[in-house]
């Protein structure tokens, strides 16, 4: 089951490290972002669920410019014990059916080359691969 994740639980933030930490290994979910990311009315957090157990997790953004409603996808993970059931796939669908519901005009997500299997679904569901520079500023 795919589910927003509209209220705080102190086991959302375990479960989400966990996958942050499958994501990457630096990546670390906190309480305060996690509170965070639940209550900003332009983030929607979402999570897939076998029973209570927390089996994967996307982020969509939703940002407002003058040109346009952009939405950035952040986040796509599923644990690695549950890769090949397609709960990837649930959660981008989820994603870009609530962009849509949101206006979102432009879906934008990165994804490192190394991730061969969810940058093929991507792919397949309609993202295109664009050549561009990608600027990162580390502030803090």
Known sequence: MIKELVSFSEEYVEA???LMHELSPAATATEARVRKCIEDKNMHLYAAF?????LGCATLCVCTTPEMVIGFVEAVVVTAACRGQH?????MERVIDDAR???VQHLRLTSNPKR????GLYQEMGFERKETNVYV????
Not at 87 to 91: I, P, S, T, V, W
Not at 116 to 119: G, K
Not at 137 to 140: A, S
Request: without cysteine; charged residues 35%; proline residues 0%.
């Open 87 to 91: 709960l990837g796939r649930k959660l």
């Open 101 to 103: 519901q949101y206006g």
């Open 116 to 119: 061969v299997e969810a940058n």
């Open 50 to 54: 076998e029973e209570k157990r927390m």
């Open 137 to 140: 500023m580390n502030i803090n």
């Open 16 to 18: 989400l490290d966990a």
